[in-house]
């Protein structure tokens, strides 16, 4: 079976720029949960979706979203990007049935550069 | 808070030896799910190994395991019989009753020929 892919894999942007990154979970994969790595860090989560719901949200501010799709795909949007934007972006997919400590499986990321 | 904390930023080990990687952590909750994973120069976040809090009994995969003390509050990780492949950046993480992973700032773990 196919594991969690993300595109694009790499991306540079400028600041203020808007960025869309993609996400497809496993196949019977129903949450999908997004996460910023800033080099040297773990990473730090940002959303996650359930049956297309939004069911939490880190400390990141308004200008990141989120949505998923029926299929169960997400895109995560970035608006007015910022230098401090630079990162890693993890996506992971987990069943989704409704045990909120489920192991989550992830992607290879998209690193985003902003010059 | 809920904190995780990993001491070791490097550690480097002779191929075939056995390592052990520290996390501790912090946290108020009873029942909580904890989990290696590594992240090799390729990027992607690997699952190493994953311990129920509510379970005694240590987890083990392969040349993988892990000696969970919960009153410590330690989590660290073993790895027997290290080989070149397990050069990586291991991260623990917690599952704390909530939707999210909380990580530490990881070990990055270089096996030597």
């Known amino acids: 079976d196919a594991g969690v892919t993300q595109s694009p894999t790499h991306l540079i942007k400028t600041r203020g720029q808007q960025v869309t990154l993609r996400c497809s979970p496993i196949s019977g994969h129903k949450s999908v949960s997004w996460y910023q790595q800033v080099l040297g860090q773990g990473p730090q989560f940002i959303f996650q979706?359930?049956?297309?719901?939004?069911?939490g949200r880190g400390n990141f501010p308004d200008r990141f979203s989120a949505r998923q799709f029926p299929n169960y795909s997400s895109e995560l949007n970035v608006n007015a990007l910022l230098l401090g934007d630079s990162a890693l972006y993890l996506c992971?997919?987990?069943?989704?049935?409704?045990?909120?400590?489920?192991?989550?499986?992830f992607g290879p990321g998209t690193r985003l550069l902003v010059l | 808070a809920q904190t995780v904390t990993q001491s070791q930023p490097e550690m480097s080990v002779q191929e075939a030896e056995t390592v052990t990687l520290s996390c501790t952590y912090d946290t108020s909750e009873n029942n909580y799910y904890l989990f290696w994973y590594k992240q090799p120069p390729s990027r992607q976040m690997i699952l190493v190994i994953r311990?129920?809090?509510?379970?005694?009994q240590n987890a083990t995969e392969n040349r993988f395991s892990v000696n969970f003390q919960k009153a410590a509050k330690s989590f660290s990780l073993k790895i027997s019989d290290s080989q070149l492949g397990d050069t990586a950046m291991y991260f623990c993480?917690?599952?704390?009753?909530?939707?999210?992973?909380?990580f530490g700032t990881g070990t990055r773990l270089t096996i030597i020929p």
């Open positions: 311990q129920e809090a509510y379970k005694q």
């Open positions: 979706y359930y049956e297309k719901e939004e069911r």
């Open positions: 992971a997919s987990s069943k989704g049935t409704g045990v909120s400590q489920e192991t989550q499986y």
């Open positions: 993480a917690f599952n704390f009753g909530n939707e999210k992973l909380t």
